[in-house]
C-alpha cells in the first residue's frame, strides 16, 4: 500500500466544492432505466449514455470521481479514447464497482449478502492497470418483519471490511457503502435505529480488518437526524462522507446535502459530499431518449445537477436553483419512482 497515494486520492475525492457521479449501474439496472424512459437495452445505446456523461463540458467543475463498471471501464469514447482516459483528461478520477452484486443470503428469507470477494485482490490490480483509483463495493440492508437480523448485518459488514482492506492493499480507495434501504413501511425512528447499528457493526468489522479510515470514504444513507447518527458512528478520521441519493428527488437530495453542510460543516470531522446515481443522472437521461440530436440538452440537464450538488456541498444550494431551470425540473419529476440499482 502507498499510504500518501491513497491519502492524495481520497483527499482529492471528497475536495471542496466536488463529489461523486455514481454512473456504475450493472447492465440489468442500467437497461430497466432505459426501458423505463423506452431507450433500447443495448450494449451500443450503454456505451453512447456512458459517453454523454463522461463528455460533458464542465463536469469535472463539480465531479471529483465517477463510478464505473465493469463493462464500461472497458468500453470508448467513439474515437477510441478510453473512458478511463477520458476522466483523467477532464480531471476526474476514475474509479470502479468491484462487488458482483446482492444475492440471497442462505437461511434468511428477504435478506441479501453482497458478493465479490473471490478473485478481488486480482480484479483490483486488473483495474488499476486500467486507470481506476478508487473501488465501491454496496451493501444492502432491508427493513422489514423481523429484518435486518444480526446475521444479516454482519455477513454484509464482514465482506465490507475485506473489501476494503484489499483496496488499500491494492493503491484503491475504498468506498464502503451499507445502505439501509429507504423502501418500505417502516417508522424514521427505526431507519435511524438501524442504520446506527449497521454503521457500528461495518465500524468494528473495518477495524478489525484493518481498514485505515483516513484512507476510506463512507457512503451512507441518510436518515431523518443524519448528522446525529454519524456521529455516533463514524471514526472522527474517516477522510469524508459521500451519501447515496437513495430515490429521493433530485432537488430533495441537494436540499438535504446542503441543509446539513449549512447547519453543521464547521463543527464536522469529516466533509459530507454526495456520491448520487438517480440523483444527477436521471433528468439527462429523461431528456436524451438515445438520440444523438439530444446530447446537448441531457449534458446541460446534468451538469446542472452536478452544479446543483457542488452548490449543496459547499451550503450554498437554494430551492430557487430549480425554478430557474423549470424544464429540467420537470424532467426529474419521474425519477423517484426509479427502484434503486444492483
Ligand atoms: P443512488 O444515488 O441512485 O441511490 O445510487 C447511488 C449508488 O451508487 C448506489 O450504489
Redesign the pocket.
Known sequence: MNKQELAAIAKAMVAPGKGLL?M?ESNRTCNKRFEDVGIAPTEENRRAYRELILTTPGLGTAISGA?LYDETIHQAKKDGTSFSKLLTNAGIIPGIKVDTGAKDLAGRPGEKVTEGLDGLRDRLAAYYKLGARFA?W?AVIKIGEGIPSHGCIEANAHALARYAALCQEGGLVPIV?P?VLMDGDHTIETCYETTEQVLHIVFNQLYAQGVAFELMIL?PNMVMATVTCLLQTVPAAVRGVAF????QSCALASAHLNAMNAKYSSQLPWPLTF?????IQQPALQLWHGLPANVKVAQDALLYRAKCNRAAREGKYSEKMEVAEPALVAAEGLHSHLG??D
Open positions: 455514481a456504475d463510478i465501491k454496496r457503502e445502505e457512503k447515496l441519493s437513495g430515490g456520491s448520487y446515481a438517480r440523483a434503486s440499482q
